[in-house]
C-alpha cells in the first residue's frame, strides 16, 4: 500500500508545474503517511534561505520573528549533516540548551498538532545548494520513534522527492524572473566555454563592445559582481549548459 502511495507521488510531482501544486501535493501525500505538517526549506548558496511550511500564518509568523535563524539548530544541523534531526517538545531533553525563544515556538507547534518533528537533511552537491524536509505528528516521543521507524524510508524518499521537484521548480521561477535575452544567455555560454569578448564577437557577427554591454547587463540581472560569477549563477539556475 506504501509503495503504491509512493509510485503515485512520484508520477503526480514529476507532473506538477508550478511550485504552489509541487506543495499541494507533497502535504497531501505526507498527511497520508501520518505527518500533521510537513515543512520544506530551500537554502540557495547565492541567495539564502527559502521556507514552505502548512502551519498556520500565526505559528510561522512566531518562528520568524522569535527563531529564525539564530536560535534554530535544526538549520545549522541540516547544513553540516546528512542524519535525520528529532526535535519539538518531545526532545526537549535531548537539546539541554534550547534557547527560550525556541522553547515558545515549540510550545505553539505543538499545540498546532506539532509535538514531535523530524528534519530530513538533503544537499546538492552540484550547486552546493541545501535544505531540509521537516515533517511533523501530534505523537508522544516513543510513538514518534516507532512510526518513523516504521516510516522512514518511505518518508526519506518522498522527502528528497519533494525536494528535488521543488528546488527545480523554484529554480525555473527564479530564472523566468531573471529574463535573459538570447543575446546573453549566448554571450554567457560562449564565457562558459572559454572564449574572449573578441573571439564571442567573431562568433556572434557583433563587436566586442557590444559582446561587454550584453555581459554587463546578464550580471546586473544575475546580481553577480564578475562575468565568471554571472556564469555559475547562469548554470546553476539552468539558463546555459556549457
Known amino acids: 500500500m ?18 504552489t501544486a509541487a506543495w499541494k501535493t507533497t502535504i497531501t501525500y505526507m498527511r497520508g503517511l501520518g505527518a500533521r505538517h510537513v515543512g520544506n526549506v530551500l537554502e540557495f548558496k547565492e541567495s539564502g534561505l527559502f521556507h514552505l511550511n502548512s502551519t498556520s500564518p500565526r505559528v510561522r509568523q512566531i518562528y520568524r520573528e522569535l527563531v529564525y535563524p539564530d536560535h534554530d539548530p535544526k538549520i545549522e544541523h541540516c547544513r553540516r549533516c546528512v542524519t535525520p534531526y528529532f ?12 534557547s527560550k525563544p525556541r522553547q515558545w515556538c515549540d510550545e505553539e507547534i505543538a499545540e498546532a498538532g506539532g509535538r514531535a518533528s523530524v528534519a530530513i ?11 531540509h524536509v521537516c515533517i511533523a505528528t501530534d505523537h508522544r516521543r516513543d510513538e514518534f520513534v516507532s512510526f518513523y521507524e516504521d516510516r522512514g ?3 526519506q524518499l518522498g522527502a528528497i522527492t519533494a525536494f528535488n521537484r521543488i528546488y527545480a521548480l523554484t529554480r525555473k521561477e527564479q530564472a523566468t524572473r531573471i529574463g535573459l535575452s538570447e543575446r546573453e544567455r549566448e554571450c554567457l555560454l560562449w564565457l562558459a566555454m572559454g572564449l574572449r569578448n573578441d573571439r564571442i564577437a567573431e562568433r556572434m557577427n557583433i563587436r566586442p563592445v557590444t559582446v561587454a554591454l550584453h555581459t554587463a547587463n546578464a550580471r546586473r540581472k544575475l546580481n553577480a559582481r564578475t562575468s565568471a560569477q554571472a556564469v555559475v549563477r547562469a548554470v546553476q539556475l539552468g539558463l546555459i549548459e556549457p
Open 153 to 155: 524510508a518511505v518518508l
Open 121 to 131: 537533511p538533503i544537499h546538492m552537491p552540484a550547486s552546493q545548494d541545501r535544505g
Open 2 to 19: 506504501l509503495e503504491n502511495s509512493l509510485l503515485d507521488f512520484l508520477h503526480a510531482m514529476n507532473c506538477a508545474e508550478s511550485v
Open 87 to 98: 526535535f519539538g517538545m518531545e526532545f526537549w531533553d535531548s537539546e539541554p540548551n534550547l
